[in-house]
């Protein structure tokens, strides 16, 4: 049976209140949680961006929850760093904590000034990246000359064992290029959400595999509608310009031409709890091991109540 979870957006939902959010998910019966690290959002009226790291250390503490995020590690991100802010959240909370990581997308990465380099190069980066990680929180000595630099890097606090390192997918290409890696696997719900995890498993990929589903949800149609075209019609744009935009504007200019119709392609829309139960039971019925909802509306507390009364109990006891 699969576990589902909370996913806490940053993106739209200031850290305060976001922390507020996940120990009611605690409380409400959500099993798990996951953030994904950004600096900005992707439109301007989401209008938030937390420093994931230092928040999930107080999530962590706060709740009784098990966390993931998703990070992009090569540009922004020193390797090194990014292994020990694992390794330490992995020490302080054994068992508890879970790093998935991707090639990123410009609109977080080009604050450094660098060149935001082709799809292919990214990938050879992140390999690079994963292993550099996975070697200093086996507790190694690393140096490394290639598309990115590190010299006698060493972890001096290690978790008593090493958390997974996911990989993070949302095509049928790079779900089979992470099964080289990963010891699980996270992608985002879409049309190809099954096919992503066949092509995972079929190239010999091990671990759990974890679904992103967006979701909205409002006592009325018309409301959970409205806020799911306001909130996240900047992001329906795919590939390759979920890439390589890199300001929120850029996604608010794609977006103003998208009607709330094409918003539900991307996005389950209803106020029908039990509608939204069959949604999130077919990602379990495709093989899902984790299911984390996203109400992709700024405002969290009544979607957890109502879902940890409603929801939740459907999908674990139906």
Same mark, same amino acid.
């Given at each position: 049976m699969a576990i589902y979870g909370f996913h806490a957006s !940053?993106?739209?939902?200031? *850290?305060?209140?976001?922390?507020?959010?996940?120990?009611?998910a605690d409380e409400a019966g959500f099993a798990m949680a996951m953030c994904s690290d950004h600096i900005a959002p992707w439109s301007a009226r989401q209008g938030e961006s937390g420093f994931a790291w230092s928040w999930l250390g107080a999530a962590l503490q706060a709740t009784t929850l098990r966390f993931g995020v998703v990070n992009a590690p090569g540009q922004r991100y020193h390797p090194a760093i990014v292994a020990q802010a694992i390794g330490t959240l992995a020490a302080m909370f054994p068992g508890r904590f879970w790093a998935a990581l991707g090639s990123g997308e410009a609109s977080n990465e080009h604050v450094t000034g660098d060149r935001w380099p082709r799809k292919e190069i990214r990938q050879r980066r992140l390999r690079e990246c994963v292993d550099v990680i996975r070697a200093l929180l086996n507790g190694e000595e690393v140096s490394h000359d290639g598309l990115v630099t590190v010299d006698r890097a060493k972890l001096w606090s290690l978790p008593a064992e090493a958390p997974k390192l996911i990989g993070a997918a949302v095509s049928?290409?790079?779900?089979? @290029? $992470?099964?080289?890696?990963?010891?699980?696997? =996270?992608?985002?719900?879409? *049309?190809?959400?099954?096919?992503?995890?066949?092509?995972? &498993?079929?190239?010999?990929?091990r671990g759990p595999a974890a679904v992103q589903v967006h979701l909205s949800w409002a006592p009325t149609e018309e409301e959970a509608l409205a806020t799911a075209h306001d909130q996240w019609r900047s992001n329906v744009v795919g590939p390759p310009g979920s890439w390589d935009f890199d300001t929120p504007e850029m996604?608010?200019?794609?977006?103003?031409?998208?009607t709330p119709e094409e918003v539900t392609k991307s996005v389950f829309v209803?106020?029908?709890?039990? &509608? !939204?139960?069959? @949604?999130?039971?077919?990602?379990?019925?495709?093989?899902?091991?984790? $299911?984390?909802? !996203? !109400? $992709?509306?700024?405002?969290?507390? &009544?979607? =957890?109540?109502?879902?940890?009364?409603? $929801?939740?109990p459907e999908l674990t006891t139906g």
């Open positions: !940053h993106e739209q939902v200031s *850290p305060g209140d976001l922390l507020d959010a996940v120990r009611l049928v290409e790079t779900a089979r @290029w $992470v099964a080289e890696w990963a010891d699980g696997l =996270i992608t985002v719900n879409s *049309p190809h959400s099954k096919q992503v995890l066949d092509a995972y &498993r079929e190239a010999g990929g996604f608010d200019s794609v977006g103003r031409f998208v209803s106020a029908d709890t039990s &509608r !939204h139960a069959d @949604w999130l039971r077919g990602y379990a019925d495709a093989g899902f091991d984790e $299911v984390y909802l !996203h !109400h $992709v509306g700024k405002e969290q507390t &009544r979607f =957890i109540e109502t879902f940890g009364a409603k $929801v939740l």
